[in-house]
């Protein structure tokens, strides 16, 4: 069962209707439910993606308005829900269709068990062998028009087993999207907060070994505001594009959150985590981005890592605190290298 994504207390969620309604009011935004979800959202911190895009667009001078929260709602909420509320329509539909053939189907069956009843009834009453054939002709007929119907009634079923079998396929794959980094085809936030939350409850009794990368692209603002955002996009998916060539099935590689990206490496002590890091780190800052139309060279793209192992009753906060920090230490020693606190 999925948890419930509000679990706040009475008075934690009261604190948060106040910033939020604070928020909104500063900026004259109506606190409509979908201005409001946003804005909620963005004040507890829980949705991670959404409260960094939020104030990366602050950061940007961009002017909080109706406009910008309905585009936030869009990217962050309404796709998931109006697919799976078109689901639940149609699977309403398909329901609705077998219960009126099943009702349908269970008539008919009743019609001919009372036919049988009759027949048998007739059977006790010493009939002559004319009346007996005409009988017997009269349920032959009922019989075979049972079978036909109950045919009809299983194709009707192989029809819906085939219409609930896409739809479970299409929910699969909103699922997935939910989980997927739209930009750069990676795991998104999400799906990295859910892989490390499962991976330290399944190992909370174990003695287990795995470690995390936060990785941070090196002035990646120059990039944006020397050559627009098209080619910081573009910068972002490469650097999603290398991170998936340089990890194996079982790790999960997510964009964390702006430029910044995490690694999940189970299975994996300090020294091999760095060992990867270090692969991830060659590889892209050997790449060579430049203009397909011009062939201008954006320079060379370098990437900062920190590295954290798990110690045993780790929390998910003290494993990401420790690779943060150790991220930290190698922006403050030149970029460009890799830094660890197991």
């Known amino acids: 069962m999925e948890k419930n994504p509000y679990p706040e207390s009475y008075e934690e969620a009261s604190s948060h209707l106040r910033v939020a309604l604070a928020l909104l009011s500063k900026h004259r935004i109506p606190p409509s439910p979908l201005n409001f979800r946003t804005g909620y959202e963005v004040v507890t911190g829980e949705n991670k993606a959404l409260k960094s895009a939020f104030e990366k667009l602050l950061m940007c001078g961009y002017t909080l308005d109706d406009?910008?929260?309905?585009?936030?709602?869009?990217?962050?909420?309404?796709?998931?829900?109006?697919?799976?509320?078109?689901?639940?329509?149609?699977?309403?539909?398909?329901?609705?269709?077998i219960q009126g053939e099943v009702g349908h189907s269970s008539g008919k069956v009743a019609v001919y068990a009372d036919a049988l009843d009759r027949f048998a009834d007739f059977l006790d009453s010493s009939p002559t062998s004319d009346v007996m054939h005409s009988e017997v002709q009269r349920v032959l007929g009922d019989t075979r028009s049972m079978e036909r119907s109950q045919r009809e009634l299983e194709s009707q079923?192989?029809?819906?087993?085939?219409?609930?079998?896409?739809l479970r396929r299409e929910l699969e794959q909103?699922?997935?999207e939910s989980l997927t980094d739209a930009l750069t085809g990676i795991a998104n936030r999400k799906a990295f907060d859910i892989a490390l939350e499962r991976l330290l409850r399944d190992n909370q009794e174990k003695e287990v070994v795995f470690s995390l990368l936060l990785a941070d692209i090196d002035h990646f603002k120059q990039f944006n505001d020397t050559f627009g955002h098209l080619v910081g996009d573009k910068v972002l998916r490469f650097v999603g594009a290398t991170l998936k060539s340089?990890?194996?099935g079982k790790d999960v590689a997510?964009?964390?959150?702006?430029?910044?990206?995490?690694?999940?490496?189970?299975?994996?002590d300090g020294t091999g985590a760095c060992r990867v890091a270090e692969r991830i780190r060659k590889a892209t800052s050997s790449g060579n981005l430049k203009s397909s139309e011009t062939g201008e060279s954006y320079g060379r793209l370098t990437i900062s890592i920190g590295v954290s192992q798990y110690r045993p009753g780790d929390l998910q906060t003290d494993l990401i605190k420790r690779a943060d920090e150790a991220l930290y230490r190698a922006k403050a020693k030149g970029r460009d290298r890799i830094e660890q606190l197991l």
């Open 246 to 248: 340089c990890v194996d």
């Open 157 to 166: 079923m192989s029809g819906v087993l085939e219409e609930v079998d896409q």
């Open 174 to 176: 909103v699922r997935e």
């Open 67 to 97: 406009k910008l929260l309905w585009d936030l709602y869009r990217k962050f909420f309404v796709q998931d829900d109006e697919a799976i509320e078109l689901m639940r329509q149609e699977l309403r539909r398909i329901i609705t269709g």
């Open 254 to 268: 997510a964009r964390y959150g702006g430029e910044e990206f995490a690694i999940i490496l189970p299975q994996l």
